[in-house]
């Protein structure tokens, strides 16, 4: 188990479903982090919150929309996914966004697949 | 050329024996160099960081870091079954963690 929790662990979701992931920590980090990772390859960054704010977005298509409602909380939400999205979607947290030295924690991850 | 590359196909060691695993990064300013592993269908896990030249040991993993040469490693001594898994190199660098695309190792009893 990690100290950043994630739910569900898995969820499948039809293409026109709403829902939302969730992510917890509460280790006092002030940066957040969404990832993608398909089968067999790396994490792919989606965006990046620090200190509650949207810092990075790397060009994340509008059907993932994040949310940071406070410094421990971290969401995805989730409308009209497409087959291709399916995959585990991982969050991480580190510390003081500046300090390049600290490295990121990751949860578990929500495997998700759409239908 | 990728910002992080870990070139080596899946590496197979017997039980006991030290697997070695290799990254070269591109940006130079780089200054922080993390290992995780990472189990199939489980999320990555920090197993080292290192940030100055030189080699740092923690149990039975080393990371080896040259920055001139924009090269670092890791060597897992004394293999065990349970060190089956993917091996992710990261280098952080604009707020962003850069990941290879990882070296699977398979350690045979």
């Known amino acids: 188990d990690t100290e950043v929790t994630q739910t569900p662990k898995h969820l499948v979701m039809g293409m026109t479903n709403k829902k939302s992931l969730k992510c917890e920590q509460h280790?006092?980090?002030?940066?957040m982090y969404w990832y993608k990772q398909k089968a067999k390859k790396p994490p792919e960054l989606m965006f990046v919150?620090?200190?509650?704010?949207?810092?990075i977005n790397e060009s994340v298509p509008s059907r993932f929309s994040p949310e940071c409602p406070n410094s421990s909380l971290l969401n995805l939400h989730l409308h009209a996914l497409q087959p291709e999205d399916s995959a585990l979607y991982l969050c991480?947290?580190?510390?003081?966004?500046?300090?390049?030295?600290?490295?990121?924690?990751f949860g578990d991850g929500t495997r998700l697949s759409i239908l | 050329q990728k910002e992080v590359e870990q070139n080596s196909g899946p590496l197979s060691v017997p039980e006991g024996a030290i697997a070695s695993l290799n990254c070269t990064y591109s940006?130079?300013?780089?200054?922080?160099f993390f290992w995780y592993r990472q189990y199939s269908g489980k999320s990555p896990e920090l197993i080292m960081s290192?940030?100055?030249?030189g080699d740092k040991e923690d149990g039975r993993f080393t990371a080896q870091l040259n920055k001139a040469s924009q090269y670092v490693s890791l060597l897992i001594r004394d293999s065990q079954p349970s060190d089956s898994a993917t091996y992710l190199c990261?280098?952080?660098?604009?707020?962003?963690?850069?990941f290879g695309k990882g070296n699977q190792v398979v350690v045979i009893p």
């Open positions: 290192i940030y100055s030249n």
């Open positions: 990261a280098v952080k660098g604009n707020n962003r963690l850069a």
């Open positions: 940006d130079r300013v780089s200054q922080s």
């Open positions: 991480a947290s580190s510390q003081a966004p500046g300090n390049s030295n600290q490295p990121q924690h």
């Open positions: 280790m006092g980090h002030r940066a």
């Open positions: 919150y620090s200190y509650e704010k949207l810092s």
